[in-house]
């Protein structure tokens, strides 16, 4: 297992832990090299006053909470890319000049190769197209992820690396993070049934149910992270400033709908021509 090499490349910090932590937790404890791209400094998230003692400012506090998260979770090598968070789709940070929406794909891209020819993963994952819920982050990091994906191998692309002394290196697999979307069409339902908007749902009320529940993509791969629940639980617990000690009913309702100690992810390249494919291994031979 030691030669096992997995690079994560997501958005905000806390983007490891609520999405995937099981599944670091359990690579990492048999073995594999995991390592993280983080590429914004998580600004704009909501942040109560409680939270803020000892910090100067939300990014501090935030990338305190992934620096911990990373400690519990074991990450060979944590790498931030230090863009400004672009908020939810339709606010004014998405305007701002240091988001990571506003930065071209290209150079997004070209920092993802670097850490690709650094650290040589077999693996390599990030969001699906439409970003898991939509946030704008997500969706260009799912862009640049899969641009790095294609370029990496390619001698001629980004030759600065090269001549650096970097060396092209090709991932074997490029997953997407999924979501079982059969749970989120039942929070719909239930949310309707109770006389509530499933558009506003979240912490902030700006997260669309109904368009998740739209954007479905295939589960190729099942990890079960049952034994490394209490791992995933101390990097989720990280990221306090992000978590809402006393959710409503509702979120309550919803969120032990996704209490099963399973991830999924769809094999996005090589593509899969059987959609009905099932593994459970993300370094699987087949």
């Known amino acids: 297992m030691a030669d096992r090499t997995m690079l994560i490349a997501m958005a905000h910090p806390d983007d490891e832990s609520f999405g995937m932590a099981g599944t670091i937790a359990r690579y990492v404890a048999e073995g594999a090299a995991v390592h993280l791209i983080c590429a914004t400094n998580g ?4 942040v109560d006053e409680a939270f803020m003692e000892g910090y100067a400012t939300v990014a501090d506090r935030r990338l305190a909470e992934l620096q911990c998260a990373a400690d519990a979770l074991g990450f060979a090598s944590v790498t931030t890319l230090g863009y400004r968070d672009s908020g939810m789709r339709g606010s004014p940070d998405n305007e701002h000049p240091d988001s990571l929406v506003s930065a071209p794909v290209d150079e997004v891209a070209g920092r993802i ?5 650094e650290t040589r993963p077999e693996v390599l994952i990030t969001f699906d197209p439409f970003g898991g819920y939509g946030h704008p982050d997500h969706i260009a990091m799912h862009e640049a992820a899969v641009r790095a994906y294609r370029l990496s191998g390619d ?11 970097l060396k092209p290196h090709q991932p074997g697999r490029l997953y997407y993070q999924t979501f079982p979307h059969f749970f989120f069409k039942a929070a719909v339902a239930i949310m309707r049934l ?3 908007d499933p558009s506003k749902f979240g912490r902030n009320n700006d997260i669309d149910l109904t368009e998740i529940a739209d954007n479905t993509y295939p589960i190729h791969v099942r990890i079960n992270y049952r034994p490394y629940k209490k791992v995933a639980a101390r990097a989720r617990d990280c990221h306090a400033s992000q978590l809402n000690p006393d959710p409503p009913f509702l979120q309550r309702l919803v969120q032990n709908l996704f209490s099963r100690p399973v991830d999924t992810f769809m094999q996005a390249e090589p593509p899969v021509e059987n959609g009905r494919v099932r593994h459970t291994d993300l370094f ?3």
């Open 43 to 46: 600004d704009v998230g909501t």
């Open 284 to 286: 699987h031979g087949g």
């Open 155 to 165: 001698p001629d692309a980004y030759p600065q690396q090269i001549n650096n002394g």
């Open 113 to 117: 190769v670097q850490v690709i020819r």
């Open 194 to 196: 109770l006389g509530r």
